[in-house]
């Protein structure tokens, strides 16, 4: 009876026994599962993190991966175009399902992006644009209207000059790393804008390469050169605006009021320092990108057309309006 009775505890023993390591092999399977056959692999390729805007496009992406349950491989070149090139050639060895990346300058990409053709794996621009005479390499670009922004600004300006009643401005520009599109681009659409008005004159450009350390220099070497005979700062991002504004303080100048300052992105900070007058005009360009990048991944991943350029809509800020109730910029 004792015997029978043990046999029985025995078998229940080893049957949840059985039961337990089979559930747990299972899980195993299941997570297995989720880490090597994600439903989209996405590889992105981020330049740097040379300013607050890259920052806040970064972090929007890796957010908005997560919400849609998307693989993110995220790489950071740091500013340099061969690590980009390299990254890109892991993703296509790794055989991710769509590549992007945010060129850092135009030129230099036929090679790389012909390698990813040849693997079958989709490419998406996101944020800057490339140039190319070669078909087929792109799915999709999503960015900027970067010319727009420059027009925005030029046509802020024009405003700007009516108002006070100018009849002549000096103008310098700190433009953004070179052979890069928001710096062709922008400055294209300002000059663009400006070229028809004969109170505009455009005395140097220099070149600031998106960074603050650089606007600062950049705008030393103006105020020695120039004193306080600049009438207007027309500055490619918010990142060198704010580097840029204490030299014209330490100069002598008051920004905001002696100088016109007119900068691009619209961060927080610059924001903040819009509203307490020391610049005039933030154009918008806004990094939150992240949710049309998987949006178009995952219809690429679907065989789906897509759009071949999606624009954000982007607007201004400036002191003619009244900024109270902006909401946080979130960047
Ligand atoms: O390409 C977008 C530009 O790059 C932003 O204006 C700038 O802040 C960033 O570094």
Redesign the pocket.
Known sequence: MIAKKFQSLKRIFFMSLSAAAFLMITACAAKEEVQHNPELLLGFSQL?T?????SGNSADIEKKAEENGVSLMLENANRKQENQIAAIRRFIAYQVDVIAF?PIVEEGWDNVLSEAKEAGIPVILV??DINTKKEGLISCHI??D?YSEGVMAGEYLIRKADELGKDSLRIVEIS??ED???MRQRQAGFMDTIADDERMNVIESVNGD?LKSRGAECMRYLMEKYGTDIDVVFS????MTLGALPEIEKAGAVPGEDIIIIS??G?QEAIDVLKAGKINCVVE?T?MLGQELMDTAKKLKAGEEVEAVIHPVEKYFSDEMDLSGLPPRGY
Do not use: L, M, Y
Request: proline letters at 7%; glycine letters at 14%.
């Open positions: 740097g040379e300013s607050a805007w890259r945010s944020d800057r960015g900027a970067f953004g790393t890069s599109t928001p998106f490619h991002n918010d990142e691009i992105d961060g360009c990094p």
